[in-house]
Structure formats: structure tokens, C-alpha cells
């Protein structure tokens, strides 16, 4: 009995590394297809978009690396998919370095899917090293902070985009994909805090929820999507299922089988505590 | 001299952005907009290349010294110059297709396999600390574990309060309690910066002659 | 200087075969260090240390110099070079000084940009929006819920603020409102573990998308 309680708290650590492999695995090839419950700040980040008058102009900041691809990438593509089919304008920046390179690798397939042409419908700017002091620029002239160059080394202002975009001000909405910093606490201070943009919408790591739910709660923020679960949900409401929703069921079953480890190994614990008591 | 100019410089530059924030002049505005927050911009950008030139410096002395595991260094050194003479030699190397052949096969793979190992240890970890010791642990591994089965349509088929509660608790305990802590990092960093800005914090002076 | 489009996508397929060789070869330091793992990973530094530097060049520093001063004429932005270049001294014991001349202007740069309206304004929309109502009566009727979660709204945020008050000790009634305060923390810290437990698994699962997806052809 004692090495029973003993082996409970003190499984090995590959061991665990191996079920949860096959916990995370195995539902990939058989679906439960459960329905995936809406929250009120991921539907408040929809509606914003939804609701925006044709022919805004969508500033998306992908800050993030591309680690975060699980997901980042199907909250990226559900927005862009979104704001280009309402016949939204969208610009892209980045202070990562992966930001705009993987931004033109998962968008390729929404812009084919709806016709968007670079120069057009949508525009990549690129990296900028200095978050504050390019973002600081862009409040008086875009083209000027970016040095009339886009992510590709063309020249910005032959673009009939740019008509409709030459300075914050003109912005009507911030995505801002959230990983850390810089993030949705940097496009607030430089651009939400001198009046240049009133609706910013967050689409953030799992990590980085829990504090845009507290610039969300004090209006700092119109909505949230956080983690793959808000992508799934995102997908949702966009109506086009994708990488989110397919990994729900395998979330699902490595968070049950990491709560029952932390209970095998509290009862373990437990147990054996009572044990040493008896024994003293 | 050496400690006093870049106290001035960190004075003038601050006093630049306060007084543009705090004074209607266009002068100043243009100022900051064309001139301050462009040359931080750019001098920033030439300065990235510092930690290339020390990475080089590092593993280029591991391999002349032939320090154990010096074949390592020869990898990362083969693959920076290899990505370094790609990206600079290709035009308009963002959207070459030799370059992202490259990005996406071997980079993009490895910096995402990288972070994903940690959904083991945090299972792992997850299961070695959590421990029922006091009242507060116990709050903690409940929360988690509400939390966890909230976020996932498994969690809603066990019991459908799950996503309410978990909702629940963000709204109305994690976001007070994170609230508490930002009001307190933000007036820690005001205090800061001003302290920064008037040189008596000088921790980044220190080191060299 | 180019590659034909052609000649890459003939080669996709050893792409996919070598994205899948590095994946599983950082996975295997699970088992245990080794190797492979080891090369897997020197290999990502160097790559990203590369690919910072080269986008950095592309988008910044090339467009500063071909349109900014070549096509524009302003030949100031040299200064700003030159304090950037200033860094590299910093390897060296005897002129580390000089590279304290950029870090200077940065350091100036972001606290005087800390002390205006950017930081005040998030500061004070977080402290308005604290003021939450303590009985709430919507249509005409007492809201229980709503006022229940407001107390515990403001509660909550009062003794976490009490909690980090350190100008004086906590002795007293004072310290078991602290005991309380360390609840609602590990509650929200609960809540903090349990969202990146999600955000962790979650990208696991791309990779096992990628595997099983593109490299196997399983799914």
C-alpha cells in the first residue's frame, strides 16, 4: 500500500509526457464535435468588426513570433477573412520580426479566397524595430514612419490604398494579436491615449488573456480573443471552421488528463501524509 | 564626463517628449514627430546587428579555443551566415521564395516545436508542485482546475456551469486582483522613469572603465 | 540575384521532410538531452539571429537610406547612425563608455515618453472604471447579481492594493485582511495558470497538426 501511495505522487515525468502525447493525439483522428460556448468579450471583438461601416480602415499589428502559430494563425485569418469580405481596408505592421513574414504566409489563402490585391484591399508593411518612436511617427504621416516602403520594398504612396490611410487619425480600427511585448498596452499608450483611434480590439495568447481582460473591463479595450479556445470561437461566429475548432477535443482531453495527474498526485500526497502522521 | 553626458542626453531627450506632451507648439510636435522619434527609430535599427556581433564573438571563440561541443558553435555560426547571405543577397528578400523556402521549412518549425515542449513540462510541473498545503494552494489548484475544464467544450459536457464559472472568476476576481497589481507597476514605473530621467538611477552607467 | 519559383516548389517536398526532422528533434529532448536536440537547437539560433538582422536591414535601415536620404535629402538621419553604430563599442572594457551615448538617448526617450498623458491615460480608465456601483437597480428593480459581483469586484481589488502596500507594515486587523488579500490572488492566479496550461497545450497541438497534417498525410 505504502508503495502504491509512494508511486502516485511520484510518477515519472516521461510517463506523463506520454499520455498526455496520446490524450493530445488520439482525438485528432476521432472527433467529438462538441459545441464550443461563446464569450461575451469574443463576441463583442465580432461584433466590432461586423459592424464597421464598408471601407474602414483596419490597422492589424501582429505582434507576435511564430511560435505562437497554434494560435494566433486562425485568429489572423477569421479577422482578415472577416474585414476584407465586409469591403474593410486592411494595413499590417509588426515590431516582431516573424510578425509581417508570417502574416504573408497565412494570409496568402484568405487573399485569394476574396480577391484582395496587395496595393489595393490590403497592404504589408513590415518590420520596424522601434516600436514607440514608429508608431509615434505614424500619428503624423504613415508614409513618412515607414519610409515610403512596404514589407516587399515597394514604394508606398504609388499604392491607391494609401489614399484612404496617411495618418493614425484616419484609423478605425486597432487588431492588435498580443504575445507579450510590445502588445495592446503600446498601441494604448501611443495612439488609444492622445485620441487618435477609439476602438481597439485584442486577439491574444492564452498566457496574455487574463490581462486584456482587465484593459477590456476598464473600456481600454472593445473586445477579446484569447487563446485557441477564443479562436474557436471566433471561427464560430465567422462561420468557416478551421485549426481552432479541430483542436478543441484534443485541448479538452490534455487539460482532463493534467487535472486527473494533479489529483492522483494530491491524493498520493494526502495519503501519504496521513500515513506519516500515523507513524509518528 | 564618461557617467554625466549620457545623464544629459536621458535629460534633454525626456524633457523633449514631456514638454511636446505638455506644450501646444507645432515646433515641438514636428520636432519629436521627424527628428526625435525617427532618430531613436533609426538608431535603433543599426543597433540590432549587436547581438549578431556577439553571438559571432561567443561561438567564433568556442571554436578557435576548440572548446567541448565547439562542433555546435560551427552549426549556428554555418546556419547564421547561411540565412544572414540569403536575406541580404536575394532582392526583396521578404517575399523571395528561396528565402522563405528556407524560413518556413527550418525556421518557422523549430521556433514553434521549441515553445510547444513546454505543454509538457507544464503538465509535468503541474503534477510535481500543486499540492494541497494550506487554504490558498487549495484555491489555487480549484481555480485551475474549474478554469481548465471551462476553456474546452469537454469541460461544459462534464457540467455546463463550468464556462460561467470560469467567466465569473475572470470578470470579477482576476480582473480586480490584476488591476491592484497594474495600478501598482504603473505608478512603480512613473516613479521610475523619473528617477531615470534626473540620473539617480544609474545601473545602466555601470560596467567598463 | 533570385531562385526560379519553379525550382523551390520541386523542392517542397524536402522542405516538409526536413521541417518534420527538425520537429522531432527538438521534441526528443523530452526522452532526454541528446545530440540531436542539441544541433536542432543551435541551428534555430543562429537562423533567428539571422532573420532579425536581414529584416531589420530590409525594412528599415535600406528605405532609410535609399528613400529617406538619397531620394528625400535628409543626410540628418547620419547622426542617428552614427549614435546607433556608438553600441558596438560596448564589447570593448576600455570604450564600453561610448555605447552608454545611444542607450542614453533610448532610456531618455522612453521614461520622458512614460511621464505624459500615455501612461496616465490607461493608469486613470483603469482607476475610473473601479468605481463600480455597490447596489444596482436595473428597470426598476434591485439587481442582486450584479451588485454581488461589483462588492466582489471592488473587495477584491481593495485588499490586493492593501496587500502591496508597503510604506506600512500590516500588523493587526491589517494582516488578516492580508491573509485574505492572498485568496483572491491565488484564485486569480488559478485563473492565470489555468489560461496558460491552454496556451501551451494549444501549441503542441499545431505541431501535431503539422506532423500528422502535412508531414505524414495522416488526417
Not at chain 1, 58 to 71: D, R, V
Not at chain 3, 61 to 72: A, D, H, T, Y
Not at chain 3, 146 to 170: C, D, E, G, K, R
Request: charged content about 15%; glycine content about 8%.
Amino acid at each position: 500500500m505504502q508503495g502504491l501511495i509512494r508511486r502516485m505522487y511520484n510518477v515519472d515525468r516521461r510517463v506523463i509526457y506520454a499520455i498526455l502525447l496520446l490524450a493530445m493525439a488520439l482525438p485528432m483522428f476521432f472527433t467529438l464535435g462538441l459545441p464550443i460556448n461563446i464569450d461575451t468579450y469574443v463576441e463583442a471583438a465580432y461584433n466590432v468588426v461586423n459592424e464597421l461601416p464598408e471601407g474602414s480602415v483596419i490597422w492589424i499589428g501582429c505582434e507576435y513570433s511564430a511560435s505562437q502559430i497554434a494560435e494566433i494563425k486562425p485568429m489572423l485569418q477569421a479577422f482578415a477573412r472577416l474585414a476584407l469580405q465586409k469591403g474593410h481596408y486592411i494595413y499590417i505592421g509588426s515590431a516582431f520580426a516573424d510578425g509581417c513574414t508570417t502574416a504573408h504566409n497565412w494570409l496568402q489563402g484568405v487573399f485569394a479566397e476574396t480577391g484582395a490585391v496587395n496595393g489595393e484591399n490590403y497592404v504589408i508593411f513590415g518590420y520596424r524595430p522601434s516600436f514607440n518612436s514608429t508608431m509615434e511617427a505614424v500619428r503624423s504621416s504613415v508614409v513618412e514612419a515607414m519610409s515610403d516602403r512596404d514589407h516587399y520594398g515597394n514604394k508606398l504612396s504609388d499604392k491607391p490604398i494609401m489614399k484612404h490611410f496617411e495618418k493614425a487619425s484616419d484609423i478605425d480600427l486597432v487588431i492588435v494579436f498580443d504575445s507579450g511585448s510590445p502588445g495592446s498596452d503600446d498601441y494604448i499608450a501611443v495612439w488609444r491615449s492622445q485620441g487618435e483611434v477609439n476602438l481597439m480590439i485584442c486577439g491574444a495568447t492564452g498566457v496574455e488573456l487574463p490581462n486584456q481582460l482587465v484593459k477590456y473591463d476598464a473600456g481600454l479595450l472593445q473586445g477579446v480573443v484569447g487563446g485557441m479556445n477564443g479562436a474557436a470561437q471566433l471561427e464560430k461566429l465567422v462561420g468557416v471552421p478551421g485549426s481552432a475548432t479541430k483542436g478543441m477535443d484534443s485541448q479538452g482531453l490534455a487539460h482532463l488528463t493534467i487535472i486527473a495527474f494533479m489529483v492522483i498526485g494530491n491524493i498520493g500526497y494526502l495519503l501519504a501524509k496521513k500515513q506519516d502522521k500515523k507513524v509518528s | 564626463m564618461r557617467k554625466t553626458v549620457p545623464i544629459i542626453i536621458t535629460f534633454i531627450a525626456g524633457a523633449i517628449m514631456i514638454l511636446e506632451s505638455y506644450i501646444q507648439s507645432d515646433f515641438l510636435y514636428k520636432f519629436v514627430q521627424s527628428y526625435l522619434a525617427r532618430a531613436v527609430t533609426v538608431s535603433t535599427a543599426w543597433a540590432v546587428g549587436l547581438g549578431a556581433v556577439n553571438i559571432i564573438r561567443v561561438h567564433g571563440r568556442r571554436i578557435q579555443n576548440k572548446r567541448p561541443s565547439y562542433f555546435y558553435s560551427i552549426v549556428l555560426l554555418i546556419t547564421f551566415f547561411w540565412f544572414s547571405i540569403l536575406g541580404f543577397v536575394m532582392q526583396k528578400h521578404n517575399s523571395d521564395v528561396f528565402y522563405l523556402f528556407f524560413y518556413d521549412n527550418i525556421l518557422l518549425n523549430l521556433s514553434a516545436t521549441m515553445y510547444s515542449v513546454l505543454a509538457f513540462y507544464i503538465g509535468s510541473a503541474a503534477y510535481r508542485s500543486f499540492r494541497v498545503r494550506s487554504i490558498d494552494a487549495t484555491m489555487l489548484l480549484l481555480t485551475s482546475i474549474i478554469v481548465m475544464l471551462g476553456a474546452v467544450p469537454i469541460g461544459q459536457a462534464i457540467w455546463p456551469g463550468f464556462p460561467t464559472l470560469s467567466s465569473w472568476i475572470g470578470a470579477n476576481i482576476n480582473t480586480p486582483v490584476l488591476r491592484a497589481m497594474t495600478i501598482g507597476l504603473t505608478l512603480g514605473g512613473l516613479t521610475q522613469s523619473m528617477r531615470n530621467l534626473i540620473g539617480i538611477e544609474r545601473g545602466h552607467l555601470s560596467g567598463g572603465e | 540575384m533570385t531562385v526560379s519559383a519553379e525550382f523551390v516548389s520541386s523542392l517542397k517536398p524536402l522542405g516538409l521532410f526536413l521541417g518534420g526532422l527538425m520537429t522531432l528533434g527538438i521534441l526528443s529532448i523530452l526522452y532526454k538531452e541528446n545530440p540531436i536536440y542539441r544541433f536542432c537547437e543551435h541551428v534555430f539560433v543562429g537562423a533567428a539571429a539571422a532573420h532579425g538582422l536581414v529584416t531589420t536591414y530590409a525594412n528599415t535601415i535600406k528605405p532609410g537610406i535609399q528613400v529617406n536620404m538619397m531620394q528625400k535629402g535628409q543626410w540628418w538621419e547620419i547622426i542617428a547612425i552614427a549614435i546607433g553604430l556608438l553600441i558596438y563599442f560596448q564589447p570593448f572594457k576600455k570604450y564600453t563608455w561610448i555605447s552608454r551615448i545611444p542607450m542614453a538617448l533610448w532610456l531618455g526617450y522612453n521614461a520622458g515618453y512614460a511621464l505624459t498623458i500615455r501612461t496616465a491615460m490607461p493608469l486613470f480608465s483603469n482607476i475610473t472604471s473601479s468605481f463600480k456601483d455597490m447596489w444596482v437597480v436595473s428597470k426598476g428593480s434591485f439587481n442582486l447579481l450584479t451588485t454581488f459581483n461589483n462588492i466582489v469586484f471592488v473587495v477584491a481589488l481593495l485588499l490586493t492594493m492593501i496587500y502591496f502596500f508597503f510604506s506600512v507594515q500590516l500588523k493587526g486587523p491589517l494582516h488578516r485582511v492580508s491573509g485574505a488579500a492572498r485568496v483572491f490572488m491565488m484564485i486569480a492566479f488559478g485563473y492565470s495558470f489555468g489560461s496558460t496550461v491552454m496556451s501551451r497545450v494549444s501549441l503542441f497541438l499545431g505541431r501535431l497538426e503539422f506532423l500528422f497534417m502535412d508531414w505524414l498525410h495522416l488526417l
